[in-house]
């Protein structure tokens, strides 16, 4: 699993700290790797609880992640996972689409309405760590189900994320404002 981006008290890490350590009793050899800054006055280590050594099998890289780390750090992961609590969207949720990794996410904003209307991943209710690791282990654990979801990442950045799709609708609009 991969939580990437800056370490903020909304993006809901104690709820994944909780659903990590219930993913863990189902899947022993689960990793995390939590990736991201923290915001200025914010404690990532804070955000998260005690240091991460008693769970095993989580790197906690509290800082900022170098562009040429990013690809690294996703091929690795097999989900994304988008814990927020509150928010409105996420970018991270597009970069996990880049590098063609479904997402568990919750119902937050529209990062979980597009997840569940896309089928790019599973999308829970927000502050639930029992859903939210029933969803991580759900696509961890069944390499079939995951597949179904990545070939879904493929076609809606395909279909609806292409750049060259998104420039020409641009272009369209800017058109007819003229």
Same mark, same amino acid.
């Given at each position: 699993?991969?939580?990437?981006?800056?370490?903020?008290?909304?993006?809901?890490?104690?709820?994944?700290?909780?659903?990590?350590?219930?993913?863990?009793?189902?899947?022993?050899?689960?990793?995390?790797?939590?990736?991201?800054?923290?915001?200025?006055?914010?404690?990532?280590?804070?955000?998260?609880?005690?240091?991460?050594?008693?769970?095993?099998?989580?790197?906690?890289?509290?800082?900022?992640?170098?562009?040429?780390?990013?690809?690294?750090?996703?091929?690795?992961?097999?989900?994304?996972?988008?814990?927020?609590?509150?928010?409105?969207?996420?970018? !991270?949720?597009? &970069?996990?689409?880049?590098?063609? /990794?479904?997402?568990?996410?919750? =119902? *937050?904003?529209? @990062?979980?309405?597009?997840?569940?209307?896309?089928?790019?991943?599973?999308?829970?209710?927000?502050?639930?760590?029992?859903?939210?690791?029933?969803?991580? !282990?759900?696509? &961890?654990?069944?390499?079939?189900? /995951?597949?179904?979801?990545?070939? =879904? *990442?493929?076609? @809606?950045?395909?279909?609806?994320?292409d750049w060259g799709k998104i420039a020409a609708q641009a272009m369209e609009w800017y058109g007819r404002?003229?």
């Open positions: 699993l991969l939580f990437f981006g800056g370490l903020r008290g909304y993006k809901g890490l104690d709820v994944l700290r909780a659903a990590f350590a219930r993913v863990r009793e189902r899947l022993p050899a689960a990793w995390l790797v939590i990736a991201g800054p923290s915001a200025p006055g914010e404690s990532g280590q804070a955000l998260w609880g005690t240091p991460p050594g008693p769970e095993g099998q989580v790197v906690f890289r509290n800082e900022y992640v170098a562009d040429e780390a990013i690809p690294g750090l996703f091929s690795a992961a097999d989900v994304v996972v988008l814990p927020y609590v509150r928010g409105t969207y996420s970018g !991270v949720m597009h &970069l996990a689409y880049a590098f063609d /990794r479904p997402v568990v996410t919750t =119902r *937050v904003g529209a @990062v979980g309405a597009t997840v569940e209307q896309d089928g790019t991943g599973l999308a829970v209710p927000s502050g639930d760590a029992t859903a939210l690791a029933d969803g991580c !282990v759900a696509l &961890l654990s069944d390499p079939a189900a /995951r597949a179904r979801h990545v070939e =879904r *990442v493929r076609v @809606v950045s395909r279909e609806k994320y404002q003229i």
